[in-house]
């Protein structure tokens, strides 16, 4: 079955240290993968996303991931968090093939301690 | 911002009344997808439509039903309300008929309570 699983629900990170949220999903076919966030009260912004290009993928804000497909994997990195990063985060997955579908993630709660 | 309108921003109403959430994509884009978002359930695909057609249903109630306009502007109508329908209601749109190779971009969401 197709899916998307993101390993935390709640991240904390002290400001200025690294920031990794997990992601890993299940796809028959080559998926595209997607990381979105979410601010309080906010619609969902795109963060980056993978499709079939470069492996590393370089999003805003200083953020990127990885596509590993022998993990099928794709987490999400940063090398220092800052306050503004608080947020909730999405892993997206766009499955294609006949069954095409788009899957979310449950979402990390990231949080930025002083 | 991204381009995808939303109205209105927050909705209050009864339990058994109907409502009407709209939206307007980013110019140019023909799909218009509807999601829920509630603590319990996360983000939960309802409807999608490309070009006026509706393309894929996700886990969307029968007391609920959408559709889109020929200026591409999208409604999703809920009706016989439940408080279990509280939730944020996205908008998002996208160019193509799907993702692939393309991101949607979400609207500021409608927050509805049902009371």
């Known amino acids: 079955a197709q899916s998307v699983t993101q390993l935390d629900s709640h991240v904390s990170v002290s400001e200025g240290t690294p920031v990794l949220l997990r992601c890993n999903y299940s796809?028959?076919?080559?998926?595209?993968l997607f990381w979105y966030v979410q601010h309080p009260n906010k619609g969902l912004q795109l963060l980056l996303k993978?499709?079939?290009?470069?492996?590393l993928v370089k999003g805003i804000n200083g953020f990127e991931a990885e596509f590993k497909k022998s993990e099928t994997s794709f987490h999400l990195t940063k090398p220092s968090a800052h306050m503004s990063d608080a947020a909730e985060y999405f892993c997206v997955v766009r499955t294609g093939g006949r069954d095409d579908k788009i899957i979310f993630g449950k979402g990390t709660r990231l949080h930025i301690l002083p | 911002d991204s381009g995808v309108t939303q109205t209105p921003k927050h909705l209050i109403t009864a339990t058994g009344q109907r409502v009407t959430l709209r939206c307007s994509p980013r110019?140019?884009?023909?799909?218009v997808y509807w999601y829920q978002q509630s603590l319990d359930q996360g983000l939960q695909f309802l409807i999608q439509?490309?070009?006026?057609?509706?393309?894929a249903k996700g886990n969307i109630l029968e007391r609920f039903s959408a559709q889109q306009f020929p200026d591409l502007h999208s409604e999703l109508n809920l009706s016989s309300l439940e408080l279990g329908d509280s939730a944020l209601y996205f908008c998002?749109?996208?160019?193509?008929?799907?993702?692939?190779?393309?991101?949607?971009?979400f609207g500021q969401g409608t927050r509805l309570t049902v009371v």
């Open positions: 993978y499709t079939s290009a470069a492996t």
């Open positions: 110019s140019g884009d023909l799909s």
């Open positions: 439509y490309y070009n006026g057609e509706e393309r």
């Open positions: 998002a749109s996208s160019a193509g008929q799907g993702w692939r190779n393309t991101e949607a971009f």
């Open positions: 796809s028959s076919y080559s998926p595209s």
